[in-house]
């Protein structure tokens, strides 16, 4: 591997979060942009070799080494780590409205959701899920809401671009299947 | 102070978040797929019955949400009902805005499933550094002393403001005495001045007393007021008093 990529090795190594191309950059201004993408790319096609137990991800707009797939269940039984609590339905529903609408304010949570949603707009900001982004024009100035890196990193995104697109979804209103394949 | 026994507080309790619905579309949602209707001909008048059903069953019809939409649905029911030309165009399907909504909502229960899905595989893998939540502890018993509580409650009873109150008295007016006086006076002269008539000083007791004695006079034929124009000085004469009363 190149020292380059070795070094990069290194910082991840030490960051508890997804590190940017930015980021990495500072490891070395001399090297560049460039030569950090493809420092990452050695890297991470060194760690897909099959010879490791983590992998490299491109995730929340940076690079994270995760261990693979296969290992989550050992790793858990033996409470190394634990898995995320799940989100709540109306957690998710929150969240879907805010990725899709931002910058959103509650007001409109609350009407596409049918219900009172402050408490839940509440709660994923507390998680750093979202956060107040600006303030919208109107009565009383509303905070407006957007969802943060934190919310990409949750769900293994790289950015917003990767969501499905509303296009894509079946509006038409599908009988109960009895086995959804998704 | 006594906690409420569980089954009294289950049933004074207030429906915030319920397992089985995120809220009444999602509970209209599932009607509208258990019966396998076109949402677009949506058939209100029996959804809007198993709705209620559904929520009185539940409990939730103490829920203000799903209060509210068995208001509208019952709305959109009667509206349906109302007699309407055959090809009228201005008809406008009151069950549009609903459908508008639940469509927008089903679009969101389908992000829903995939942000799901999203985050249950992203938790299969580990990060460095990986810090648990930490878990939700519930709140330490209240301790409170009597003298605390005491002072509280003043300190919030000496927030409330004073309530301002405005007092209404009765002020009669005297016009009896008001009238004697213009009486008397005209008896000595033939004509007065406004100012002859109230006095100095006057209050707007007096004013007023002054104002109605003259008019009732003026009318019974005691006296003649005039005045050159708006805001001109007042004269009142006197008037040699008619016989017919």
């Known amino acids: 591997m190149s020292p380059l990529a070795k070094l990069v090795e290194a910082a991840l190594f030490a960051s508890a979060r997804p590190l940017t191309v930015e980021e990495l950059v500072t490891l070395d201004p001399q090297a560049g942009a460039a030569a950090v993408r493809a420092a990452l790319v050695e890297l991470r096609n060194a760690f897909a070799t099959g010879d490791h137990g983590v992998e490299l991800i491109e995730i929340a707009q940076g690079w994270q080494f995760l261990t693979q797939r296969e290992y989550a269940e050992a790793i858990d039984r033996a409470q190394f780590a634990l898995r995320p609590r799940r989100l709540s339905p109306a957690a998710l529903e929150t969240l879907a409205i805010i990725a899709y609408r931002q910058p959103v304010g509650r007001s409109e949570v609350d009407e596409i959701r049918g219900v009172d949603s402050g408490a839940v707009i509440d709660k994923l900001a507390e998680r750093g899920l979202v956060e107040v982004v600006t303030r919208g024009e109107g009565l009383g100035r509303p905070l407006l809401y957007g969802t943060t890196p934190q919310f990409l990193e949750i769900l293994g995104l790289k950015d917003l671009d990767e969501l499905p697109r509303l296009e894509e979804l079946s509006v038409a209103l599908r009988p109960p299947a009895p086995a959804e394949p998704e | ?245």
């Open chain 2, 1 to 245: 102070m006594t906690a409420l026994p569980p089954t009294a507080q289950d049933q004074a309790g207030f429906v915030v978040e319920l397992e089985q619905f995120s809220g009444p579309l999602d509970l209209l949602l599932h009607l509208i797929r258990e019966d396998e209707v076109d949402i677009t001909d949506l058939p209100i008048a029996k959804i809007a019955d198993q709705f209620l059903a559904v929520i009185n069953e539940l409990r939730l019809n103490q829920a203000a949400d799903y209060l509210e939409m068995a208001a509208r649905l019952l709305r959109i029911k009667a509206q349906m009902l109302l007699p309407r030309h055959v090809g009228d165009d201005e008809w406008e399907d009151p069950r549009a805005e609903l459908v508008r909504r639940v469509l927008e909502y089903q679009q969101i229960r389908e992000l829903v499933e995939w942000l799901g899905a999203a985050a249950a595989r992203r938790a299969e893998q580990f990060g460095r550094g990986f810090s648990p939540e930490p878990p939700t502890v519930p709140p330490a018993p209240l301790v409170i002393d009597l003298n605390d509580l005491l002072a509280a409650a003043e300190r919030v009873i000496a927030l409330i403001p004073e309530p301002v109150l405005h007092r209404v008295v009765p002020r009669p007016l005297d016009v009896e005495g008001a009238t004697a006086r213009i009486e008397a006076l005209l008896a000595e002269r033939a004509a007065l001045g406004w100012g002859d008539v109230v006095g100095e000083r006057p209050t707007i007791v007096d004013v007023l007393s002054a104002f109605i004695a003259l008019l009732e006079l003026a009318k019974r034929g005691a006296l003649r007021v005039h005045q050159e124009g708006p805001f001109a000085p007042i004269q009142i004469r006197r008037e040699s008093p008619r016989e017919a009363r």
